[in-house]
Antibody
């Protein structure tokens, strides 16, 4: 069974930066497509972005609201996914989940989720 | 692609049938339409992927159907643990999107 554990959440001022990490175990990390999904208080989930595996070029896709501000990366030697968040806005506040998908489903059917990391952007 | 779920809230009793709708602003590849259940304070739980394939461990009272722009999640007989919020999601283009959710509450 795959396990995902996020870390790095916290309180940051608008315009600030934060980096989240997601440690993965139980599956061959280097084969996985990995995503970040966030959820603002009282709202539904919102996809943030995805990084494909090395075999598929480690292609990265971002949601429009975070493009140019957030960077997704991975370190296969550490089985870890990262989300670098810069120029943070109040509307970026929420719980950030890392997630991975059903094998060979194309990257978006998230069957495994972390416990979530709370990011609060406030002055 | 914008996904619109209806109704916003569904008030039903245990044992009743629930029918949840998800309508897309443009056609969605049926391989890339997904349903989740979320209980307050927890991460979403995958129920259905590829429109109609149940995820591992999901009971057969959950079923999905649809094509093109109209998709449906059906819960044949509601159990107490099924009262939750349900989201549809599409992917397959370069941007994944979720619907706004349907809350299934106890009548």
């Amino acid at each position: 069974e795959v396990q995902l554990v996020e870390s790095g959440g916290g309180l940051v001022k608008p315009g600030g930066s934060l980096r989240l990490s997601c440690a993965v175990s139980g599956r061959t990390f280097s084969d996985l497509y990995m995503s970040w999904v966030r959820q603002a208080p009282g709202r539904g989930p919102e996809w943030v972005g995805l990084i494909k595996c090395k075999a598929d070029g480690e292609t990265v896709h971002y949601a429009a609201p975070v493009k140019g501000r957030f960077t997704i990366s991975r370190d296969d030697s550490r089985n870890t996914l990262y989300l670098q968040m810069n120029s943070l806005k109040i509307e970026d506040t929420g719980v950030y989940y890392c997630a991975t998908d059903v094998p060979y489903s194309g990257g978006g059917a998230f069957d495994s989720w972390g416990q979530g990391a709370l990011v609060t952007v406030s002055s | 692609i914008v996904l619109t779920q209806s109704p916003g809230t569904l008030s039903l009793s245990p044992g009743e049938r629930a029918t949840l709708s998800c309508r897309a602003s443009q056609s969605v590849d049926s391989r890339f339409l997904v349903w989740y259940q979320q209980i307050r304070g927890q991460a979403p739980r995958l129920l259905i992927y590829a429109t109609s394939t149940r995820a591992a461990g999901i009971p057969d009272r959950f079923s999905g159907s649809g094509s093109g722009t109209d998709f449906t999640l059906t819960i044949s007989r509601l159990e107490p643990e099924d009262f939750a919020v349900y989201y549809c999601q599409q992917y397959g283009t370069s941007e994944w999107t979720f619907g706004q959710g349907t809350k299934v509450e106890i009548k």
